[in-house]
């Protein structure tokens, strides 16, 4: 069986006490650190910059998979890549030129990952999947954690996983995975998990075995 990444989304950390929350997550066994960037325009919520950002960066070595639900997001690639992104994700909905979205990423020297709302089409990655290390396909409508897993981007997953074939393009979902939803994602193709809610319940002392828990059940 693949390995399959662990990505807690620390969305549902602890906001006052985020430095010692990432290194729990960290130490707990996280794969990643999913950073969900909102700006309250593209999403209906807001969370957290580039400033946030850098200050968590010293407390772990861990991979920083930032999701950015914000609208435009050109003139912000710079600044999350200097705070300590090593891959950068936008949504295909999010503008018109996605491709030059990906060229100024990658411009910065940092990964570059293109994310699909559950309503868009898996066609909408064809003409950019050669050009992206990571295709993200959201499991719920973007903007709140602890949201409930939508079914029906279960066949999206197959058909993004077909359309990737033997590119080295990670396939990760974001939304409403629990031990329950995992297996359903993971048999479609995808090898890298984010999980919010289902990581964090509990407090510190629950983060390893909520990690297991899903791995485990992949
Ligand atoms: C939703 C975010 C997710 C969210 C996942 O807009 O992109 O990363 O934190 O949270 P859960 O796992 O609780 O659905
Ligand atoms: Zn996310």
Redesign the pocket.
Known sequence: TRPIRIAP?I??ADFARLGEEVRAVDAAGADWI?C?V?DGHF?P?ITFGPDVLKAIRPHTQKFFDV?L?IAPVDPYVEAFAKAGADLISFHVEAGPHPHRTIQAIKAQGKQAGLVLNPGTPAGAVEALIADVDLILL?T????????S?IRSVVEKVSQVKALIGDRPVTLEI????TPETAPLVVKAGADTL??????FKGGPSAYAGNIDAIRKAA
Not at 140 to 147: D, E, L
Not at 174 to 177: A, K, P, R
Not at 194 to 199: K, L, N, P, T
């Open positions: 989304s969305l549902s999913h969900d909102m999403v919520n999701h639900m959201m719920v409508n973007p903007g709140f954690g602890g949201q897993f974001d939304g409403g995975v984010v999980a919010g809610s289902a990581v």
